[in-house]
Nanobody, 114 residues
Framework: QVQLVESGGGLVQPGGSLRLSCAAS????????MRWFRQAPGKPRELVAG????????NYADPVKGRFTISRDNTKKTLYLQTNNLKPEDTAVYFC???????WGKGTLVTVTS
């Protein structure tokens, strides 16, 4: 069955870094474009970053440009999000999403606090 499993979240101080991972199974990962979303408490889910099937094209939401990097390893069927210079406003549950079938993982919590 289709599974997306996020990991790598945690508690970090402002200015710190985390590398999030999303392990995919049950579908042909290399044929799907992938996205990272996040949802902060009391706020709607928002798109953070997206990547094409080959990784040759990426896009980012304005609040994370220059700080976050999305990447993928199709041989490992894994999506990544390198998050640097984290800010308290980056606190959220981070989800990975596969398109076009709209598969979702259950998320990993990132908390940025001093």
């Amino acid at each position: 069955q289709v599974q997306l499993v996020e990991s790598g979240g945690g508690l970090v101080q402002p200015g710190g870094s985390l590398r999030l991972s999303c392990a995919a199974s049950g579908f042909t990962f290399s044929m799907y474009s992938m996205r990272w979303f996040r949802q902060a408490p009391g706020k709607p889910r928002e798109l953070v970053a997206g990547i094409s099937t080959t990784g040759g094209s990426t896009n980012y939401a304005d609040p994370v440009k220059g700080r976050f990097t999305i990447s993928r390893d199709n041989t490992k069927k894994t999506l990544y999000l390198q998050t640097n210079n984290l800010k308290p406003e980056d606190t959220a549950v981070y989800f990975c999403n596969a398109q076009p079938s709209d598969y979702w993982g259950k998320g990993t919590l990132v908390t940025v606090t001093s």
